[in-house]
């Protein structure tokens, strides 16, 4: 598939607001700016509403009518939404919160039709499908196979109400899978296996033919994620793609490296970036008599103030969202202390040229610009407008160069 500039997006989980109110005036400020200082009459969004939104807008006419002439005001075409973290995304401490309820509990299954529900009718009239991401299932700490069995069941109840959804609507709704470190299915494999277990035994079980979970279960494709997990990202996404899994969306983004762990200087260079309101999970490859080996821990502050331990022989990949245009330098020839995983999207052009049967929707998920090293981090809304921007630009450099975009013929929007 080839894409339009102004199908290239990013998800609104950066901006904070639990509360409905405060996701409108996102969408006419700062969204909005964004769409304008790119030169577009329209711009395709994946917007990250809370459960409390959620609930709001498919329980109050009134609330969705006004959803509906803001999205038409700004020009805002929302044909993805992030249903990973129900709670308040930005409060002091998310940490393991961002993973509840899980898909063991009937809140996450509520969330999940309430944001179906609202993305269903408000997908732009010629749109016929949509995407929501989800979490893999939830926090691997304490997790049992009874939680997987029960987290499949609430799965296969899903994708029962998305059928009767389309049915309903003619809407496709497909929510997908987001894999993450330290959480129940962080690899490729086990989403595979997931896919092709539990959440098929749940399916026919319950009576369903398996091509009900395939319709409307899919994978959300974490570039950072994976590559945190040292994962190749090219035969990542072909596994899951053999396996008959839709790859429904894609979200770019770029995870820290460290090159110097075993240093003083490569751990002050970190210490920044340990900062009290995310998980940021650490990763490195160790040899072993086997092959190499990954070795994760759960919280890079964990790590640096001495509760967990990790080889520090190899660099460390640390789930720490980056700006895609973030790229640290060399000073005079030597190995900078930090780096970036930004050059592993590049793989994901490569499949997708790969393959132009499989057309995910792709937004840049870059949530933690307010988290930055205070000298990285924008001080005010225009500063943060100007670094989407940046992000936006240069993945479109990045697929323009692997052919993956057109030249738009729309008029852009007045300045």
């Not at 990949?317 to 050059?343: K, M, Y």
């Amino acid at each position: 598939m080839v894409y339009t500039r102004q199908q290239l997006g990013y998800c609104s989980n950066v901006h904070p607001g639990e509360a409905l109110p405060d996701v409108l005036k996102n969408i006419e400020t700062v969204v909005a700016a964004v769409k304008k200082q790119r030169g577009l009459p329209e711009m395709a969004m994946g917007l990250w509403l809370s459960a409390k939104a959620a609930a709001e807008l498919r329980q109050s006419e009134s609330s969705f009518e006004h959803w509906k002439q803001v999205l038409r005001t700004t020009g805002i075409q929302l044909t993805s939404m992030n249903g990973f973290p129900a709670g308040d995304f930005h409060q002091r401490r998310v940490k393991e919160l961002a993973y509840k309820p899980d898909w063991c509990e009937a809140a996450r299954l509520k969330y999940s039709e309430d944001l179906a529900w609202v993305l269903a009718h408000s997908l732009p009239d010629a749109t016929r499908h949509g995407t929501i991401s989800t979490l893999p299932l939830g926090y691997a700490q304490n997790w049992t196979e009874s939680d997987t069995k029960a987290a499949a069941e609430q799965l296969v109840k899903l994708a029962l109400f998305l059928a009767t959804l389309e049915h309903l609507t003619g809407k496709h709704i497909q929510f997908c899978i987001e894999m993450e470190p330290a959480c129940v299915l962080e690899r490729t494999e086990q989403l595979v296996t997931f896919f092709n277990g539990p959440l098929a035994d749940a399916c026919s079980a319950n009576g369903h033919p398996t091509t009900l979970i395939r319709r409307y279960l899919g994978c959300c494709y974490d570039i950072c994620h994976q590559a945190v997990m040292h994962e190749d990202v090219t035969a990542s996404l072909e596994a899951i793609h053999r396996a008959g899994i839709a790859i429904g969306k894609v979200q770019v983004s770029s995870a820290l490296i460290a090159n110097k762990p075993n240093t003083e200087a490569g751990r002050a260079a970190l210490a920044d970036f340990a900062e009290p309101r995310y998980l940021h999970q650490v990763a490195t490859q160790i040899k072993t008599e086997c092959g190499k080996q990954t070795q994760r821990i759960d919280d890079l502050a964990d790590l640096l103030e001495g509760k967990q331990q990790l080889d520090a022989e190899k660099p460390w990949r640390i789930h720490f969202h980056v700006p895609l245009q973030w790229q640290p330098e060399a000073v005079n020839g030597f190995t900078p202390l930090l780096d970036t995983t930004s050059g592993t999207i590049s793989q994901l052009c490569e499949f997708l040229a790969n393959h132009p049967e499989v057309s995910p929707h792709i937004e840049v998920e870059t949530y933690t610009w307010q988290v930055l090293p205070t000298s990285e981090r924008p001080n005010n809304d225009r500063a943060l407008v100007e670094g989407i921007c940046s992000e936006l630009a240069w993945l479109e450099s990045l697929f323009a160069e692997h052919q993956l975009l057109e030249e738009s013929n729309q008029t852009e929007e007045a300045s």
